[in-house]
């Protein structure tokens, strides 16, 4: 480089190395065809994509869910070993049709559909929704009109905040009160706006019954859209049942899980554990991780999980302990620290706490309080309606541990080891003896 200095050079040379890595981790785009998807995974609805990578589509049997054709920049990322989807770049929906197979046979074919999909956080909707067609349009507009009187609350309020201020400085000012005393309460502030909605977009709306599907989309001229042919597995839970989260009073931010019937409870001699019940369902795991990331590679399809689906409506549990039975209701509680320097806490009804009737605090647990005896036990659990019969899957069994020093616990092992002991030695010592004696000594004991 003859043109340049040599500090120029190094310049030069050292701005070209810095740009290298910046190069290097520059992701080659692609123009491809992936999914779209809006899909409800067992607790609410969830969106994502599948690159043309993954051949299979996994979906909830009996549940309405939205595929969306669309063409994107696809590039992969190696840093997490995955493909993604640069929609903000483009995001192109393809006109077209969905045609789903079964074997050779062509069982329907799916128009593109306006829909949305709104969800409200309060629970008013359950898990979500989706409306399709002319109730999608109507969703949409009643969203956009609670939005709009939420935001002229929120207006009012602010206007009222300032009027509050205003009137409290002229108070201040002709009486000279402090500033902590206020004569009359501050505005309220209005409750949360808790729906969410996507805006009207179009796909292909699905609602399949349990089995394995091929799926593909045809262009306006009858051929098949390049990418878009795939593998649908629609796949149903295994068993459904109800679940418990176990939380134990010692161990508050530890709380464990019993899903399976055959799942047996565990608890210390005169503890209390507090018991959440859930409507639960056994899915299978490959499936139900590729149903929420199609990228998920670390599932194994021979393994079978619980999720909770939903909290279980209130019930009656029984706790029977031999010819006793104690009937339990679900009860509000309270987690508060325990003065002093033992860094505890404890757990207590909700109302004990005196709070303030005004106070938005909600609890910190609703369960059933179950207290165990002062030895060992084993207690059995069921939960009831209010007709008295037993809600399917909602059975289980709680070990009462004792308590007692471990010296104590090893003593059905050491005793009968003991024993063993005692006779060996014994043995010993009389084929001891028996070797001493003479012959004829032996002779006249035999």
Do not use: C
Request: glycine share 8%; no cysteine.
């Amino acid at each position: 480089m003859r043109g340049l200095g040599g500090g120029a050079f190094l310049l030069v040379l050292f701005l070209l190395l810095m740009a290298a890595p910046a190069l290097a981790q520059t992701p080659q785009k692609e123009r491809r065809f992936v999914y779209g998807l809006n899909l409800f995974d067992g607790i609410q609805f969830t969106t994502g994509f599948v690159p043309p990578a993954i051949d299979t589509v996994y979906v909830l049997a009996d549940h309405l869910g939205v595929l969306d054709p669309k063409l994107t920049e696809v590039y992969f990322w190696p840093i997490t070993n995955d493909y993604r989807a640069d929609f903000t770049s483009l995001n192109e929906l393809l006109p077209g049709r969905l045609e789903l197979s079964q074997g050779n046979r062509v069982i329907a074919t799916v128009d593109l559909t306006e829909y949305v999909v709104q969800i409200d956080q309060s629970g008013a909707m359950g898990a979500g929704q989706i409306s399709l067609g002319d109730a999608a349009r109507t969703s949409w507009e009643r969203f956009q009109a609670e939005r709009a009187v939420y935001l002229e609350r929120l207006r009012a309020h602010a206007e009222a905040v300032a009027e509050y201020n205003r009137q409290m400085e002229v108070l201040r000012t002709q009486t000279g009160m402090e500033s902590s005393i206020a004569p009359f309460a501050p505005p309220t502030e209005p409750a949360p706006f808790t729906l969410y909605s996507t805006e009207v977009g179009r796909g292909f709306p699905i609602q399949l019954p349990p089995g394995e599907y091929a799926i593909r989309v045809l262009d306006e001229t009858g051929q098949t859209v390049p990418d878009s042919q795939k593998r649908l597995v629609a796949f149903a839970p295994r068993r459904q049942g109800i679940g418990f989260e176990v939380v134990p009073q010692e161990r508050w931010t530890m709380p464990e899980q019993a899903d399976d019937p055959a799942d047996v409870i565990y608890t210390s001699a005169g503890g209390v554990t507090y018991l959440r019940a859930f409507a639960a369902q056994e899915l299978n795991a490959e499936a139900y991780a590729r149903l929420k990331n199609p990228q998920d590679l670390a599932a194994t399809p021979n393994r079978w999980q619980w999720l909770h689906v939903a909290p279980l409506e209130p019930a009656t549990m029984l706790v029977e302990d031999g010819s006793s039975v104690r009937r339990l209701s679900v009860e509000d509680f309270a987690v508060e620290q325990v003065p002093g320097a033992s860094l505890g806490y404890r757990v207590v009804p909700f109302g004990e706490r005196g709070e303030d009737p005004r106070s938005t605090r909600k609890p910190d647990l609703t369960a059933y309080r179950v207290e165990a005896p002062a030895g060992r036990a084993t207690l059995r659990l069921r939960l009831v309606d209010g007709d008295g019969r037993e809600l399917p899957g909602s059975a289980r069994q709680v070990v009462v541990v004792s308590n007692s020093p471990g010296w104590q616990l090893l003593l059905p092992v050491l005793v009968p080891l003991a024993i063993g002991v005692s006779v060996w030695f014994w043995r010993r010592e009389q084929v001891k003896s028996a070797r001493s004696l003479s012959m004829e000594q032996r002779r006249r004991m035999a």
